[in-house]
């Protein structure tokens, strides 16, 4: 992680994807947040990928086959 208060929109997308399995910590997360208070674009991607882990909680574990 980049030193500095503002992480760079590559380092939130890396965030959000590992926030995905894993907590992150609370500086992960207040830095995080930070940044997608100014930027529209991580966090259209941050809506993005709730929308996919929402519609993956949807599907059977095994995945729907037999």
């Known amino acids: ?4 208060l503002k992480p760079t929109c590559r ?14 910590s609370f500086v992960e997360r207040t830095r995080m947040r930070l940044h997608l208070m100014v930027c529209d ?6 809506g993005q990928m709730e929308l996919l882990r929402k519609a993956m909680r949807g ?5 729907g086959t037999k």
Do not use: I, Q, Y
Request: proline share 7%; glycine share 10%; with cysteine.
């Open 1 to 4: 992680m980049k030193d500095g």
């Open 11 to 24: 380092e939130v997308h890396r965030l959000v994807s590992e926030g995905m399995d894993r907590e992150l």
């Open 41 to 46: 674009a991580c966090t259209r991607f941050n």
């Open 59 to 63: 599907f059977p574990p095994d995945g």
